[in-house]
């Protein structure tokens, strides 16, 4: 899977922030926080906001705070530690545990499929070993970490949004784009993931998002 854009570091970084709203609000939207894109933007401005939990608001608060960590730390050595502290800024205030690795099983909606516990070492192992590839594009390594990070499901909750920030970090340190769901492909997007989880075979939703989730412009100079 080669590149579908090619930007400057400066020049992805100026396109992401200029459409940060909205990236934010499909974010949450794939977790089930169900906020409008409006109300989204006033949250992200400051400002109140009604007919939302706590949790909702705190949430694309928490967001922000995290898509700005990624943007201040984006040339930093992607490890186990980054993405635990990335996981503490997008779930510190709607996450139990945020930013530590959980201890106890968990469940996922639509399948009986059953992640393992986290282990720190093995964790490492592949998250370096998808760092570690020099045969793929760095737009396929932002796919294959945003969705090994989803399969692992290391944390109580956050996991997609976790995922998709991780991945966008490789991409926009490279010049790549930005990884993105639209809201229209939200179930499409479900259902290949509830396949993924149960059969660890990444194939189908790895190429659903190369082609229809990574968003970018070209740049004339």
């Known amino acids: 899977m080669r ?3 090619s930007m400057s570091q400066e020049e992805n970084i100026f396109f992401v922030k200029r459409n940060i709203v909205d990236y934010i609000w499909k974010s949450a939207n794939l977790e089930g926080i169900g906020v409008t894109y409006p109300d989204t933007q006033t949250i992200y401005d400051g400002l109140s906001v009604s007919g939302y939990t706590i ?8 967001l922000k705070h995290a898509w700005q960590y990624i943007f201040d730390n984006i ?3 992607l490890d186990l530690e980054y993405i635990k502290h990335t996981h503490m800024l997008l779930g510190r205030f709607t996450v139990i545990n945020a930013g530590s690795l959980r201890r106890d099983e968990v469940h996922i909606g639509g399948t009986d499929w059953v992640p393992d516990l986290p282990e720190e070492n093995k964790i490492e192992e592949e998250i370096n070993a998808v760092m570690r ?3 793929i594009s ?4 932002a796919l294959d970490m945003t969705l090994l990070l989803m399969r692992l499901q290391m944390f109580y909750d956050g996991n997609k949004r976790l995922a998709m920030l991780i991945g966008n970090k ?3 340190e490279n010049g790549q784009g930005v990884i993105s769901v639209r809201q229209s492909d939200n179930s499409e997007f479900y259902r290949l993931l509830i396949a993924y989880y ?3 075979n990444a194939d189908a939703i ?3 998002m190369y082609d229809n989730c990574i968003d970018g412009m070209t740049f004339t100079h």
């Open 133 to 135: 590839r020099s045969d």
């Open 198 to 200: 149960e059969t660890g």
């Open 75 to 77: 040339n930093a050595e």
């Open 206 to 208: 790895k190429r659903f």
């Open 3 to 5: 590149a579908k854009f």
């Open 170 to 172: 490789i991409m926009i």
């Open 138 to 141: 760095h737009t396929e390594r």
């Open 55 to 62: 949790d909702e608001i705190n949430a694309i608060n928490d």
